[in-house]
């Protein structure tokens, strides 16, 4: 069969079937009196196998390759185009979402295009630094629900700390963002949440707080109490005083204590919450210090204080004295 007919028939063209030739990647086995190149049967069985083969993305020197090394398994030539296919699929996916983005912030001209696509590359940069410099851009120029977005993402404490700052800035537009994060799956994406909720004003920021009060990771739970409980929600005193029992953010769960205490319908509750504590904790001597020492933030537990000083645990009560000496320095 004439190179002509090959090429009609198998729908690849006769250039194309020139330069297979010169590469050795399908030879006609014969030529007519005249020289024109013929194809046999196999030789167009070979044709559809390169076809086959580039049309999964194979370049032609792979191609080659795939046909004439005997020890080339066909396992790795899957993996390899499984990984490219992946690399393609995500950066088709990165270009999905940066256009998503530009298109929801109906930028008015092509100015304002560039420079919310320069913006995107910045927060997107595998540079921690250029990600920085990204966040700190103008705030006008940089829609809340980016900042939003790249916050939850940013594992880098700098940069997370700029992102934050500037969607402060930028006032409470991405907060359905920060609040969806609150429910990922990803417990790294909740703790970003919760943090940079914690540094944006307005009741949906303290409803989104509050909602992350019952959350199973403690980390979130003790951000979310010392947010709202610095807002005056009494509802995170459960979470605070659990705070003060297990330890390490005792102190900080402490003073947020005494400060809802000065309203004086939590001051009762908060007092009794501690002293359920200290009954619970009779052999725990450094549960019972620490409870001790969030009673004197309060200012309606002096008697209790004042007990604890004769308590049977000779460090609390060494403690407790201490406490009552400093509040009272000329008793």
Not at 7 to 27: E, K
Not at 104 to 112: E, H, I, N
Request: proline fraction near 5%; glycine fraction near 8%; charged fraction near 25%.
């Amino acid at each position: 069969m004439l190179i002509g007919e090959v090429a009609r028939r198998s729908g690849v063209s006769a250039r194309m079937l020139r330069h297979y030739d010169t590469l050795g990647l399908v030879r006609p086995t014969g030529r007519t009196v005249g020289g024109y190149r013929e194809y046999s049967a196999e030789d167009i069985r070979r044709i559809f196998h390169v076809e086959s083969l580039r049309s999964l993305g194979l370049s032609l020197r792979e191609i080659g390759r795939a046909l004439e090394d005997p020890a080339f398994a066909p396992s790795t030539l899957v993996g390899e185009l499984i990984r490219r296919t992946e690399d393609r699929l995500k950066r088709e996916q990165e270009l999905l979402e940066r256009l998503r983005r530009v298109d929801a912030s109906a930028p008015p001209g092509w100015q304002d295009v560039l420079r919310l696509v320069e913006l995107l590359h910045g927060l997107d940069s595998p540079d921690a630094a250029r990600r920085q410099q990204a966040a700190l851009a103008p705030v006008e120029e940089v829609p809340a629900e980016l900042l939003a977005e790249a916050v939850l993402a940013e594992p880098d404490q700098n940069v997370a700390g700029a992102l934050r700052w500037a969607l402060a800035r930028a006032g409470g537009d991405g907060l359905a963002s920060l609040a969806a994060g609150l429910r990922s799956a990803d417990v790294d994406v909740r703790r970003r949440a919760v943090r940079a909720i914690a540094s944006l004003p307005g009741e949906d920021a303290s409803a989104a707080l509050l909602g992350a009060l019952d959350d199973l990771d403690p980390t979130v739970r003790t951000r979310a109490a010392l947010a709202s409980g610095g807002r005056g929600f009494p509802a995170a005193v459960p979470t605070l005083v659990a705070m003060v029992v297990d330890g390490p953010n005792d102190v900080e769960a402490a003073e947020v204590l005494g400060a809802l205490s000065l309203d004086a319908s939590c001051a009762g509750p908060i007092k009794a919450a501690l002293a359920d504590e200290l009954a619970a904790h009779t052999s725990d001597s450094a549960v019972r210090i620490r409870v001790t020492q969030a009673l004197a933030e309060l200012p309606a537990a002096d008697d209790l204080l004042q007990q604890l000083t004769q308590d049977d645990d000779p460090a609390v009560a060494l403690v407790a004295s201490a406490l009552t000496r400093t509040q009272r320095p000329d008793g």
